[in-house]
């Protein structure tokens, strides 16, 4: 494959830059609309707080949504990093830490994407962002930025598995999904991932 | 791509570009036929010309190829020569100004001089000839009296219009194309704005090319009118006066969807026989929420076989009302009767009714038809209600499902989109979306029909149409609320109407949910670098990651509470603030205390979980840990703007401008789209999806609002980059009228950041309290 070629697969044209902006601050509404009623959720879980972790999910779709809709080299890293700065601006109760999870976050989901060369795009690829993002966000919750950190051993492990399966299914299968449904909209069409629609359910697909 | 040119020439000897089309062709990706083959064109320097033809044409590529914006890869094609001064338009050699219909997506940031002066940085023209350049061109678009620092979410749409036209005079262009300029705006705004770019191509010497289908503004102050002719070239080139003279080409014109000038189309006037009264409204108030803006009382009684227009100036909360009628909003005060006859077994309340009854009683069609498409074809669309309403006393299904497939087969047919019954709803054209949305409703016959600006926009064939379906509706017994500014529908409907005046007692509407660019007063914290600022909250608060104590993170609460005044927080801004920060606190400290590490003394037990001595101090920390990392954002969320805060990321720490300027802009909408996630919510009940339903129904529906947020986002995402790409964002690099400047007050902030999270940190190893939570 030639350079040039390459640079105008991986290279950030403004429609990608500014989707990727708009996909981040649409993230950030949801968030907003989510934790309206995510006060509601978590009482459900006040018998055992730790569940909460299962809807962590939710906090990491824009990275592999963005990735997906986007398909450059930075685009998970960036959605989840700007959705996580909208939520800082929001008023977020966990202040600029929430900064540095969107970083971890989302470079969780990149480096998946990252492993695939930028190339992949399939289900599976997704779901394996996703899980890789549930886990990088329960790993430093649970060791690094600590906020569990009154949990006992067994319960910071039950926190990692659960912020990766929440991840696969909420930030990977959503996603993959709400891409399919956008791009049979027509509104991928000035993005690399206009076809997504077309492309097979399959796992492991090209 | 070279950079575009700018010579700073004066007003003196400035002047337009010559434009010459020589069998110029263009072939979109993925699409059949070219959208333009062989055009011939010359259009001399500062000539205005009006380009029309009907949809399909090609005006808006020609404009965008005129723009440089279409990019030739391997699937689009570009045929013969398109040249403005004899240079490629594809090498955009020359500033080209263009404005696109929709006033949101127009606007790129968040104060007026800094919209003005965006395309000119980009430019790279000097920030104190951008600056002299700023007051001419909001002078010359009739914007001179704003402040520099205004709002832009603040503006009018017709306002925001000729902002953007601001901008674009600010770049100095020889050229300036506006397509449909006034589509989206009310009808007052059009007269000032059509002023206003006429002024502009006056003071420029521009040449002017401006794509309508509305003609009447414009046809008698244009020097020409070029019609252009689906897939083809140019149909005719004449002088504008033959658009009110030649009677021929105003009927081929006007069949072709136009409007031309004087032009109405004539529908039989509907025959009136009211009926039994439906729907009663008693002084009834409405407003979007609790606490915005209410509208006058209204009394209104609503008829079977009649229609009343709900007509008033603009914020007087026309559609708030028509919401309100439709039983989508609860009624802020007064009484809204649904009688007997409508409620058929139901309580009067047609707020309290679910999804699924209001439906077959009372539709609602909203402005926006793409915010009441719930499925992914034309016919799942069109059976959707159908297949969900419930008939009397609301339990019992209206229809069985052959009744529907047949109820969708005349619909089809009457809508005339039979051969689009499979095609994906979005993928319409604006006519035929307009359609299906009034067909999706009527679908379920309701009993009222309230539509919202249903002619808005749409070309005359739609509005032909338009009108002949509400006048057979209403024949049919159908009582008919439409929101308009348009006489000659309410004419046609026969209509009866209520005038909306705004409310003098209150301040005009403010935009709900969460800004990010309020204001942020005069105080001492306000003048502080941002980045001197972010650093000083880092600073402050990371080291508590470290610890969990109770005494690092007094300290740090008690400091940031000492340092409000410097921000101008009072108390109660404060509390309106922090609140969700203390409840976030408390239910942290709860689960800690239920599931941390168990030591001395047991208060409580639940099954395997018990509440210890340890396990509330692990708690108490915790709460105060999460209070303490978040209440400093306060003083910087307060005190920051963040285009300040971009501009010194992209000048002082070098961070791309082109993703710190892409992110402001996204981050522009989120008002706009907090408004039209909670509009969505209310369009889709009026298709019967949602509220009161089982849980799953629910996040179903909650889920399908979502992505209906993302589709929107992204036609706005499409809309804003060409307008940022025109305006030469992302060529270069770039000048800044607003420089970030780091003075001795920004160290002193972030040094005392710096020693802040020290003291909290030494305060917790001298009370013995720092415990390393990695140890």
């Avoid at chain 2, 570009?17 to 263009?26: K, L, N, P, V």
């Avoid at chain 2, 019609?227 to 006007?254: F, K």
């Avoid at chain 2, 024949?475 to 008919?480: C, F, L, P």
């Avoid at chain 2, 039209?676 to 949602?690: H, I």
């Amino acid at each position: 494959m030639n350079q040039a070629a390459a640079k105008q697969r991986n290279g950030w044209r403004v429609v990608d830059i500014v989707t990727a902006s708009v996909i981040a601050v649409a993230s950030g509404v949801i968030f907003w609309a989510w934790s309206a009623g995510y006060g509601l959720f978590s009482l459900a879980f006040a018998a055992f707080p730790p569940a909460a972790a299962l809807l962590t999910g939710v906090w990491l779709f824009p990275a592999v949504l963005g990735a997906l809709i986007i398909r450059k080299p930075g685009a998970a890293l960036y959605c989840e990093l700007l959705a996580a700065v909208i939520e800082a601006l929001l008023g977020s109760h966990y202040g600029l830490t929430v900064l540095i999870s969107g970083l971890v976050q989302g470079l969780g989901a990149e480096l998946v994407f990252a492993a695939f060369r930028y190339r992949k795009w399939n289900l599976g690829v997704a779901l394996l962002a996703g899980l890789f993002s549930g886990l990088f966000a329960g790993v430093s919750e649970a060791y690094i930025l600590a906020y569990y950190v009154e949990y006992t051993p067994a319960l910071k492990l039950f926190h990692v598995v659960a912020t990766g399966v929440s991840g696969l299914v909420v930030a990977g299968l959503l996603s993959w999904l709400a891409t399919r449904g956008l791009a049979k909209t027509g509104a991928l069409s000035a993005l690399a991932s206009r076809r997504a629609h077309l492309e097979t359910g399959k796992l492991a697909a090209k | 791509m070279s950079s575009v040119a700018n010579t700073g020439a004066t007003a003196d000897t400035r002047r337009g570009t010559e434009i010459i089309a020589r069998s110029f062709g263009w072939h979109h990706a993925e699409r059949e036929k070219p959208a333009i083959a062989s055009l011939d064109l010359e259009i001399p320097a500062g000539q205005k010309v009006l380009l029309v033809g009907p949809s399909g044409a090609g005006k808006s590529t020609l404009l965008h190829a005129l723009a440089g914006l279409l990019e030739a890869d391997d699937s689009e094609q570009s045929t013969g020569q398109l040249l403005i001064d004899g240079s490629d338009a594809f090498a955009r050699e020359h500033p080209v100004g263009l404005m696109q219909q929709d006033p949101e997506t127009q606007v790129v940031q968040s104060q007026v001089a800094d919209d003005v002066a965006f395309g000119a940085e980009n430019l790279a023209v000097d920030p104190s000839i951008i600056r002299q350049r700023i007051p001419e061109a909001l002078d010359a678009v009739g914007l001179g009296m704003l402040p520099l620092d205004h709002r832009t979410q603040e503006l009018s749409g017709g306002q925001k219009q000729r902002l953007a036209l601001a901008g674009i005079l600010a770049m100095q262009p020889g050229l300036m194309l506006l397509d449909e300029p006034t589509a989206n705006i009310d009808p007052e705004g059009i007269g000032p704005l059509r002023d206003a770019v006429l002024n502009a191509a006056q003071v420029s010497g521009a040449t002017l090319l401006v794509v309508e289908h509305r003609l009447d503004a414009w046809a008698g102050h244009m020097d020409r009118v070029i019609v252009l002719e689906p897939g083809g070239g140019v149909a005719h080139d004449l002088d504008p006066q033959r658009l009110i003279d030649d009677e021929e080409l105003r009927a081929e014109l006007s069949a072709a969807g136009l409007w031309v000038p004087n032009y109405l189309p004539q529908v039989p006037t509907a025959a009136i026989e009211p009926g039994e009264l439906l729907l009663e409204a008693d002084q009834l108030v409405s407003a979007r929420t609790g606490d915005s803006p209410r509208t006058q009382a209204v009394d209104l009684s609503v008829r079977a076989g009649t229609a009343t227009v709900i007509r008033g100036e603009n914020g007087a909360g026309k559609s708030t009302l028509a919401l309100t009628l439709g039983g989508l909003l609860q009624p802020a005060a007064g009484q809204l009767q649904a009688v007997e006859a409508l409620a058929n077994g139901l309580d009067a309340s047609s707020f309290s009714w679910k999804a699924g009854a209001l439906i077959g009683r009372i539709g609602s069609v909203f402005q926006e038809p793409e915010h009441q498409f719930v499925t992914q074809s034309v016919r799942e669309e069109l059976a959707f209600a159908p297949l969900r309403a419930k008939a009397s006393g609301g339990h019992e299904l209206k229809y069985d499902p052959a009744e529907v497939d047949a109820l969708v087969d005349s619909l089809l047919a009457r809508l005339g989109l039979e051969h689009l019954a499979e095609a994906n709803p979005f993928t319409l054209s604006g006519g035929e979306k307009r359609r299906l949305s009034v067909g999706t409703v009527l679908a379920a016959a309701p009993q009222v029909l309230i539509l919202d600006e249903p002619t808005f926009g749409q070309d005359a064939n739609t509005w032909r149409e338009l009108a002949g379906l509400l006048v057979e509706q209403l024949e049919k017994g159908t009582a008919i609320i439409a929101v308009t500014h348009d006489e000659h529908l309410a004419s046609t409907l026969s209509a009866g109407q209520i005038r909306l005046a705004a409310r003098a007692d209150q301040a005009p509407a403010i935009t709900r949910g969460p800004v990010l660019d309020a204001p942020v007063g005069r105080s001492w914290l306000a003048k502080i670098n941002p980045l001197a600022k972010l650093g000083a909250v880092a600073a402050a608060t990371l080291p508590l990651i470290t610890t969990l104590d109770w005494v690092s993170a007094v300290v740090i609460v008690g400091a940031t509470l000492l340092a409000f005044p410097l921000a101008g927080l009072s108390v109660e801004r404060f509390l309106k603030r922090a609140w969700p920060l203390l409840v976030a606190g408390v239910i942290g400290a709860w689960g800690i205390a239920l599931v941390g590490q168990d030591s001395g003394a047991v208060y409580a037990q639940f099954g395997i979980f018990s509440i210890t001595e340890g396990s509330v101090h692990g708690g108490i920390a915790t709460g105060l840990r999460a209070f303490a990392l978040a209440l400093p954002c306060i003083l910087l969320l307060a005190t920051t703007n963040p285009s300040d805060l971009g501009g010194a990321l992209s000048q002082q720490l070098r961070v791309p401008h082109r993703f710190v300027l892409g992110a402001l802009a996204g981050m522009r909408l989120l008002g706009l789209m907090v408004e039209e996630f909670s509009t969505l919510g209310l369009a889709r009940r009026a298709r019967g999806v949602g509220n009161f339903g089982t849980v799953a129904q629910r996040i179903g529906a909650k889920l399908g609002q979502c992505l209906a947020l993302l589709v929107q986002a992204l036609r706005r995402a499409g809309r804003l980059a060409v307008t940022m790409e025109a305006k030469g964002f992302g060529l270069g690099e770039r000048t800044w009228i607003r420089t970030a400047s780091f003075t001795g007050r920004d160290a002193a902030v972030l040094a005392a950041g710096i020693v802040l999270g020290a003291a909290a940190i030494g305060a917790a190893v001298l009370a013995g309290t720092y415990n390393l939570v990695w140890g």
